[in-house]
């Protein structure tokens, strides 16, 4: 069974940066396209960034140019930098496959950017 574990998060100003890190094991993901989701409070879950086997990658609108993901497959983990960070950015942060998510979650990272 995969197991995703994300970390990084925390409490940031705005402007400023974070690196989240999402740890996948049980199951060999350098074949698959991954991706970062994102959910603010009552709010649905939204796709932040993607990367396929290869490096490609696709954002959302709202962070094209100040987020940058990536992977290392060796390590079977995928990273989320976040610069210029903005208030509307807060969020819990999760990875998942991408487009056919695992149907297991985990608990993802929370963010909060706040001055």
Do not use: H
Not at 4 to 14: A, C, D, N, R, T
Not at 24 to 43: D, E, I, L
Not at 57 to 72: E, H, Q, W
Not at 92 to 107: R, S
């Amino acid at each position: 069974q995969v197991q995703l574990v994300e970390s990084g998060g925390g409490l940031v100003q705005p402007g400023g940066s974070l690196r989240l890190s999402c740890a996948a094991s049980g199951s060999t993901f350098s074949g698959y396209a991954m991706a970062w989701y994102r959910q603010a409070p009552g709010k649905q879950r939204e796709l932040v960034a993607r990367i396929n086997s290869v490096g490609s990658t696709n954002y959302a609108d709202s962070v094209k140019g100040r987020f940058s993901i990536s992977r290392d497959n060796a390590k079977n983990t995928v990273y989320l930098q976040m610069n210029s960070l903005k208030p509307e950015d807060t969020a819990v942060y999760y990875c998942n496959k991408f487009p056919i998510p695992y149907t297991y979650w985990g608990q993802g990272t929370q963010v909060t950017v706040s001055s």
